[in-house]
């Protein structure tokens, strides 16, 4: 690590597959600094979609109904093997070669997060497992890989999430303006940057369920012929059932105060289960399903933002990433719902929405490299700032 820290700046990779499990995002960058002043440059992005048939044995992976421990193990090193081969293909298609890289960030692919206090055994403890092996990446690539990101900020008692924050902070701080950064992936998160904000002042949290519970309602209602709702055609043909949207949202977790974030453990399959079937109860046709779970995002992102930010604060702008800023009728629904604040993509801020998790990978494997924390306490309930990440050398 040494000789990577010496450098006047390092080229490094950043593998992530998200909540929705579409396959690997992948980002190649040079990295100049750390911390407030790290300056990025990306040289190439891609997204390598899993194959439907790796996809369709990942989602076992999230149901302790469907998961068994073989499965678990066999999967670890099948993913750790696709993010080898998505990293290697990114750098050819970059035109680089794996010897101009210096590093690998790899978050793998979350197959289960519990982040609220258990008690197990006498001990009391929060978890999170993360899988697609990077001593395998390290070995296939040939280049160091820092991995295993969320397990430090667990360690120092925190949820081990959200860690988009910590970008958001460093790259896209306002001195004058007051900004939401807005992700909506499978699971809709945010991060609040008050006008001249220190790390202290920043706010985030997830806010429930983004993509997740939509594309669950396709993916059912469709027989599998559709995976989501492309541009929220689908949402813009029907109307929400406003009573069964206000049961949806008295689940606790929208009322419970951050720190926090959640994940498919609360709004997964079951959740859409129970939702198609209460909705079906009422007589709601397929298209009324996914404008009612279309609603379920907005509403709950909006709600977070009335009655979970510090009181007083004023949002200057909200800028979107994740698959939901694709999403047409999503779009425009939120930036009604918001009224006179701005709701723009988070490509104008200059880091292409969905290249953003890959390029926080590789900022926590640079600051990984530099000995620096990079988890924001007040985000995640951490006791403490820690450096993440753990490494897996080149073999």
Request: hydrophobic share 40%.
């Amino acid at each position: 690590m040494e000789g990577i820290r010496r450098k006047e700046s390092r080229r490094v990779l950043g593998l992530i597959s998200g909540t929705s499990a579409d396959g690997v995002s992948a980002v190649a960058t040079e990295v100049t600094g750390s911390g407030l002043d790290t300056d990025i440059e990306i040289l190439g992005f891609r997204t390598y979609p899993y194959p439907s048939e790796l996809r369709e044995a990942v989602f076992e992976l999230f149901s302790p109904e469907t998961s068994t421990v073989d499965k678990i193990c066999e999967m670890n090193f099948v993913l750790g093997e696709f993010f080898a081969e998505s990293a290697t293909k990114l750098v050819e298609e970059s035109g680089l070669a794996l010897e101009e890289i210096d590093l690998i960030g790899s978050h793998g692919q979350t197959i289960h997060h519990l982040p609220r206090l258990r008690e197990a055994f006498g001990y009391r403890s929060r978890s999170t497992l993360q899988i697609g092996e990077p001593a395998i990446i390290a070995h296939r690539t040939g280049v160091p890989t820092v991995a295993d990101f969320r397990k430090a900020d667990i360690a120092a008692g925190g949820e081990g999430a959200p860690l988009t924050p910590y970008l958001d902070f460093i790259l896209h701080r306002h001195p004058t303006r007051s900004r939401v950064l807005q992700n909506i992936g499978g699971i809709a998160n945010l991060t609040f940057l008050p006008a001249g904000a220190s790390a202290d002042d920043v706010v985030a949290f997830d806010t429930g369920p983004g993509n997740m519970v939509i594309d669950a309602v396709v993916k059912r209602l469709s027989q599998g012929s559709a995976a989501f709702d492309e541009d929220g055609e689908i949402a813009s043909r029907g109307e929400a059932d406003w009573d069964l949207l206000e049961t949806l949202l008295s689940h606790p977790y929208f009322g419970r105060k951050p720190p926090k974030t959640t994940g498919r453990e609360e709004f997964g399959e079951a959740y859409a289960s129970s939702f198609i079937e209460e909705g079906e109860r009422k007589g709601l046709g397929f298209e009324d399903l996914v404008a009612t779970a279309t609603a379920l995002t907005v509403e709950s992102i909006a709600r977070a933002y009335e009655g979970l930010l510090p009181p007083g604060r004023i949002i200057d702008e909200v800028y979107v990433s994740g698959g939901g800023a694709k999403n047409r009728f999503l779009m425009e629904s939120l930036a009604s719902r918001l009224g006179q604040i701005p709701v723009r993509e988070n490509d104008l801020l200059g880091v292409p929405g969905e290249a953003k998790e890959a390029v926080l990978m590789a900022v926590l494997a640079n600051e990984f490299a530099m000995g620096s924390p990079a988890n924001l306490p007040r985000a995640t309930g951490a006791e403490r700032a820690v450096v993440l990440g753990a490494l897996f050398p080149a073999q």
